[in-house]
Nanobody, 124 residues
Framework: QVQLVESGGGLVQAGDSLKLSCATSGYTFNYYHMGWFRQAPGKEREFIAAVSRDGGSTIYAKSMKDRFTISRDNTKNTVYLQMNTLKPEDTAVYYC?????????????????WGQGTQVTVSS
């Protein structure tokens, strides 16, 4: 059974940092490119970043590149998202996702595996 479980979210103040984790199981992790998305209240889900199967390449949405860093540890079947200098507009549910073939895609349909999400709330 495929599982992606996000953790590390919570309530923080503007300017703080958080590191999200996504622990996966039930499939061959290093066969999949991994991505992070987020969905704010009343908005569509948006792409944040992606990392290639071996972790050697990353792609970011333009607005995310300066403060967010994606990484993965294939020995732990886990992908991470380091978020720095958080702002109230970063408040959202954050999702990790796996794509077998499409590295760096911002399209949700290119990702076959999804986690349930973790809430990040940034207070001003």
């Amino acid at each position: 059974q495929v599982q992606l479980v996000e953790s590390g979210g919570g309530l923080v103040q503007a300017g703080d940092s958080l590191k999200l984790s996504c622990a996966t199981s039930g499939y061959t992790f290093n066969y999949y490119h991994m991505g992070w998305f987020r969905q704010a209240p009343g908005k569509e889900r948006e792409f944040i970043a992606a990392v290639s199967r071996d972790g050697g390449s990353t792609i970011y949405a333009k607005s995310m590149k300066d403060r967010f860093t994606i990484s993965r540890d294939n020995t732990k079947n886990t992908v991470y998202l380091q978020m720095n200098t958080l702002k109230p507009e970063d408040t959202a549910v954050y999702y990790c996702a796996g794509s077998r073939w499409n590295f760096g895609s911002s399209r949700e349909n290119d990702y076959g595996y999804w986690g349930q999400g973790t809430q990040v709330t940034v207070s001003s």
